[in-house]
């Protein structure tokens, strides 16, 4: 049987969940012997070049690029894994969410104090290289069809290890309360 | 408002920390508003944090820390106004004073505000104004309101003109119509007051706890959890003092049958507070009146002081060894204090928020002593009990089911009020009773109870079938269930939840926009599934019923009209609503 093909990117997120999954120490050359990366952050490949099994996803979508990488994900993938708060709830980019985008990108740059003096015209960036921003920060499962979710902030190392090894080896999971209790 | 003004009301308190809520009270009632400015200076006197007397204040629907007009004005947003027309007449207020939802006039002579249901649902569209209660209220009747305000007419004197009533001394049935449409063996019926009182203290107390839970009694105010049984906890309590609390905070939207009782037979609850505090050795009584119904506080009093007058309450009761009072706590605004810990939370000046149990009122409660919290209609059941025996109470009603009850019917139908049945009857006999003509769902027990279809008007009205603290919501066929009452339901939920809980806090929104969701035709079968299964963890894992019932009225729709969600729900396992274009058109806006 050929090896399962994974990819994972970073949309909002903080990489705290892809330093997670590399926080399964020596696993990871298990893990790599298990699967192949293609398009990731880890291995630098920035465009699909093979159909894959299992795409992972940090983050939630926080601007159109966002959005394009995660239905090109979902198109390239058969499974889909939302990894960590971010990209299950928004997460910590949502608390941006009851606050109106003028008011955001006003604050951050027009009126806070790096910037009040020194963007006297009061621009707001944009160019047609700059992603656009969304009204919110949505959960990737608002946008397209997500098959499994880890949970966590990031999700524990264990946790990722045994939620992959069981999809690609199809045994079912057993995991232990403690690594999905969070408070 | 100078702080000398401030700590005049505190010391009328004894700067008591337990009485934060008449403090506050006191403040928004002279001055209209409780400012923040002076959250530290309460605070430092009753020994809290100005951030605890905030917590308290910013509680409440009806505690403001900004002006809210010389006139405010409250509407109830509950379903049964909006089908008796309230959008007309806000519009009307609205236009006529200036004011938008929720906001105060430039002069500050009008606020206009929205509030859950304000026990009048058998005579809306009505309004709160300066806690005087306006009925039955038509654009012509508003706008001669708002001309009367706009010349500063006294408010009394506006409900006189308007309901063309001279009797000062009755206003509050000029205000308010009690709507009695069916009286009954027990409740709605004659009693001489103080008559039990007396047939009590004749005995002692383990006879009457005995007769009581002879009786079958059962609690009135949703749970039906036996009488008997919840005083005998109490008396087994040994510390003293010990208090009898009646929750008159009737907050169920659609329920107005306490409101009837404490207006036509204030002296059955009473006896049945001072016969429970005989029994369990209780020599204080607390009647927690919700704030919508303060326009009755007065007039309790008054009966109040009558009774020490006729020695049935202060000390010695009619020349007994046993003394009891009866003080009333009005509440500021919240649903969830009907439960009856955040009921005692909110008696101790707090927020409502409902406690962790164990342990129990009747071991720890109100001030951590031994507190037993009784439903008006429960308590008003005890003198009457004493009077005719245990036996003759049971003839009445089903097998575990003793009595009658009194049905807040109201909503769609020709004949809405109290009626006083014997457990028992059934849907169809009660929907004859109420006059009603096509009818499409019953609301039984309130949006925290079912809604339930023609399929099962068969059963009956008893804690073993259909249980309801009162509340029957007629809805016609006219009137679409899943756009109208359900999301009005929910809306309910999600503004009521203290906020304690997750699931409680969160699901009640995440379940809203899921129907909105369906609604708008892009609802799948996850979506029904999810829906289910929320159902289940907001049983398990909230603290208060609040939460366990929130998601009843999405639940028993889906239950009882299916076909409902049938027409509306794809057969597909996922649709994505998100929208590219419509996502970035703030941006482009921003950035043009
Ligand atoms: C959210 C919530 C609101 C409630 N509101 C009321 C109420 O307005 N009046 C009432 O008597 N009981 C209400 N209850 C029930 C009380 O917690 C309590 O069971 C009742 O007052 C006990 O009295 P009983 O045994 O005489 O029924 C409410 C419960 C919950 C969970
Ligand atoms: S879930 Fe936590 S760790 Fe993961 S991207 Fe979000 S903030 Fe970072
Ligand atoms: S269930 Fe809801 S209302 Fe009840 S305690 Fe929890 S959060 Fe508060």
């Known amino acids: ?183 | 408002m100078t702080n000398s003004d401030i700590q005049e009301i505190l010391g009328k308190y004894n700067n008591d920390r337990f009485r934060l809520m008449d403090i506050l009270l006191d403040i928004q009632d002279k001055y209209g508003y409780i400012p923040k400015k002076f959250f530290n200076l309460i605070g430092q006197a009753v020994g809290l944090s100005s951030a605890k007397v905030e917590e308290t204040v910013t509680f409440y629907h009806f505690f403001h820390t900004s002006p809210k007009g010389k006139y405010t004005i409250y509407l109830n947003d509950g379903i049964v106004a909006t089908m008796k027309g309230r959008d007309n007449i806000l519009k009307q207020f609205s236009e006529q004073t200036g004011c938008q939802i929720n906001s105060v006039s430039k002069d500050e002579k009008f606020g206009l505000f929205s509030t859950p249901c304000i026990g009048m649902s058998d005579q809306e569209p009505a309004a709160i104004i300066n806690k005087h209660i306006f009925t039955n209220l038509t654009v012509e009747k508003v706008n001669r309101i708002v001309r009367l305000m706009k010349k500063d007419t006294p408010i009394q004197k506006i409900i006189q003109t308007i309901y063309e009533s001279d009797k000062v001394q009755n206003l509050i049935h000029t205000m308010v119509t009690d709507n009695i449409k069916k009286t009954g063996s027990v409740l709605l019926n004659k009693y001489k007051r103080g008559s039990a009182v007396k047939k009590s203290l004749n005995k002692n107390p383990e006879e009457i706890l005995e007769e009581i839970k002879n009786s079958n009694l059962r609690g009135r105010g949703g749970a039906g959890f036996p009488t008997g049984t919840k005083w005998e906890f109490c008396t087994k309590s040994k510390q003293k003092p010990k208090f009898i609390v009646c929750n008159a905070d009737e907050g169920e939207p659609g329920t107005f049958k306490d409101r009837v009782l404490l207006t036509n037979y204030p002296e059955l609850l009473f006896d049945g507070m001072i016969i429970a505090g005989y029994t369990l050795g209780a020599e204080h009584g607390i009647i927690y009146l919700r704030y919508e119904y303060s326009y009755l506080k007065n007039f309790l009093q008054s009966k109040l002081e009558q009774y020490k007058k006729e020695n049935l309450l202060g000390k010695k009761i009619v020349n007994s060894d046993f003394n009891f009072d009866i003080r009333i706590q009005l509440g500021a605004g919240s649903y969830v204090c009907g439960e009856e810990t955040a009921l005692i939370e909110s008696m101790e000046g707090k927020r409502g928020e409902p406690r962790n149990r164990p342990p129990f009122p009747a071991s720890c409660g109100y001030v951590n002593k031994p507190t037993t919290v009784n439903n008006v209609e429960t308590l008003s059941c005890v003198p009457k009990i004493i009077n005719h025996g245990s036996e003759w109470f049971k003839s009445f009603g089903t097998e575990e089911s003793a009595g009658t009850k009194l049905l807040s019917i109201c909503g769609d139908c020709g004949n809405s009020g109290v009626f006083e049945i014997e457990f028992g009857m059934t849907i169809n006999e009660m929907l004859e009773m109420a006059d009603t003509i096509e009818t499409q769902a019953v609301v039984v027990a309130g949006p925290s109870g079912k809604i339930i279809s023609e399929n099962e008007f068969n059963r009956k009205i008893c804690f073993e079938d259909l249980a309801t603290a009162g509340a029957m919501i007629i809805i016609g066929k006219q009137r679409n269930l899943l756009e109208e009452v359900v999301p009005n339901f929910l809306d309910f939920f999600i503004d009521e939840s203290c906020g304690s809980c997750t699931p409680c806090r969160v699901i009640t929104t995440h379940a809203k926009n899921r129907l909105k969701k369906i609604l708008a035709g892009k609802g799948t079968t996850k979506d029904l599934k999810d829906i289910k299964s929320w159902g289940n963890l907001m049983q398990k894992s909230n603290r208060c019923g609040l939460g366990k019932t929130a998601l009843n009225p999405l639940l028993t729709t889906i239950k009882f009209f299916p076909e409902l969600y049938e027409r509306l729900i794809k057969d597909k396992e996922y649709i994505s609503e998100f929208n590219l274009e419509k996502a970035t058109a703030d941006y482009e806006k921003i950035t043009k």
Do not use: Q
């Not at chain 1, 699967?35 to 940090?58: A, H, Q, R, Y």
């Not at chain 1, 960590?84 to 951050?108: D, F, H, Q, Y």
């Not at chain 1, 919110?136 to 880890?150: A, G, L, M, T």
């Open chain 1, 1 to 183: 049987m050929s090896k399962p093909i994974v990819a994972t990117t970073s949309l909002a997120g903080c990489f705290g969940c892809h330093m997670s999954l590399l926080d399964i120490d020596e696993k990871v050359l298990d893990l790599f012997k298990l699967v192949e990366l293609n398009k990731s952050p880890l291995n630098d490949i920035k465009k699909f070049n093979k159909k894959c099994d299992v795409g992972i996803i940090e983050g939630g979508c926080a601007n159109d690029e966002n959005v394009h990488v995660l239905k090109d994900f979902r198109k390239n993938c058969n499974t889909l894994i939302a990894l960590g708060s971010c990209a299950i709830t928004g997460g910590l980019p949502a608390l941006r969410n009851n606050i109106k985008l003028k008011e955001c990108m006003e604050e951050a740059y027009i009126n806070n104090i790096t910037t009040k003096d020194n963007n006297k015209e009061e621009i707001i960036p944009c160019d047609k290289d700059i992603p656009k921003i969304l009204d919110r920060i949505y959960p990737i499962n608002e946008v397209v069809k997500i098959d499994y979710y880890i949970p966590g902030c990031p999700p524990r190392a264990k946790l990722i290890w045994l939620t992959l090894r069981a999809l690609i080896t199809g045994e079912e999971v057993d995991i232990p309360y403690e690594v999905i209790k969070y408070d």
